[in-house]
């Protein structure tokens, strides 16, 4: 009865009541098979559906960028343009390139973290070295849109783990901090550590998040609302930054407060 309904994909029963003999020791092992049978199933069935969800969000955050792409391609083929609006075409097809080469890349390492295959090396690494290699590939857009730097606290600490993955997720936090403050503001980091753990604190002048967006913020392809009230980005960033963070053993979060957020880093120290 209980294999019968493990077939049909159903719960099974509360284990039996006590029985001596083989008999009941078979019945109690056919329930435990039974409710494997079915977790297994279950999750499963969420694999696939979360698998479908993201191809359409995929299908969907990629039709836009190349979209755009075919109708800048047409007007360059047909339309007599001069060399201004040819480089301005030009310009843009570029930047949609760019656009789906991140989409790409970062679904790619999406991929990666999903899987498992990746071994997060345990290393003692300081917030400084940190710092230096995620404010690296920054600096441009930080000196096009003055934006200004700020460090507190003890840059001196350490925590453990892999400076490459990890410059991938604070590096995430800060361009994400980066592109959300307007022309002119500030971006500060803070590190402070404690016999347990190390902490990054990452706050902007931005607009501020709101209330609704915060338990969201996370979440893979969700997209806050900028001040225009449009959507801006893939909503993978800080996806990507939480699940390295968490396979560190560290925790993240977001909050927001008079209009600057903040975003905190916890990772096990040495």
């Known amino acids: 009865w209980y294999l019968q309904k493990a077939a049909r994909d159903e719960p099974a029963a509360a284990l039996l ?26 999750r499963s069935r969420n694999e696939r559906t ?19 792409m075919t109708m800048l391609t047409d007007l360059l083929l047909e339309q007599p343009l001069d060399e201004a609006q040819r480089t301005v075409c030009l310009q843009r097809l570029t930047a949609q390139i760019s656009r789906i080469k991140w989409l790409v890349d970062a679904l790619l390492k999406l991929s990666k973290l999903d899987s498992g295959t990746i071994t997060m090396e345990r290393k003692t690494v300081s917030c400084q070295s940190l710092m230096e290699h995620c ?11 003055q934006i200004r730097y700020q460090a507190k606290g003890q840059f001196n600490v350490c925590f453990t783990g892999d400076l490459f993955w990890m410059t991938e997720a604070v590096g995430n936090i800060l361009k994400n901090c980066v592109e959300h403050t307007p022309p002119g503001g500030t971006v500060t980091v803070s590190a402070e550590g404690n016999p347990l753990y190390t902490e ?30 449009e959507k801006s980005g893939f909503g993978l ?34």
């Open 17 to 42: 009541d006590c029985q001596e003999g083989d008999l009941g020791y078979l019945s109690n092992e056919s329930v435990k098979v039974a409710r494997t049978l079915y977790h297994d199933a279950e």
């Open 50 to 68: 979360a698998l479908s969800r993201a191809i359409s969000d995929i299908s969907h955050q990629i039709k836009t960028p190349i979209t755009s």
């Open 135 to 145: 404010l690296l590939p920054l600096y441009p857009l930080m000196q096009q849109r």
């Open 200 to 229: 990054l604190c990452i706050e902007d002048t931005g607009e501020g998040i709101d209330p609704e967006d915060l338990p969201h913020l996370f979440e893979r392809f969700y997209r806050a609302d900028d001040s225009r009230g």
């Open 237 to 270: 960033g800080l996806s990507i930054a939480e699940t390295i963070v968490t396979r560190h053993r560290g925790r993240i979060w977001a909050e927001s407060k008079g209009g600057v957020n903040f975003f905190h880093v916890e990772l096990p120290c040495c």
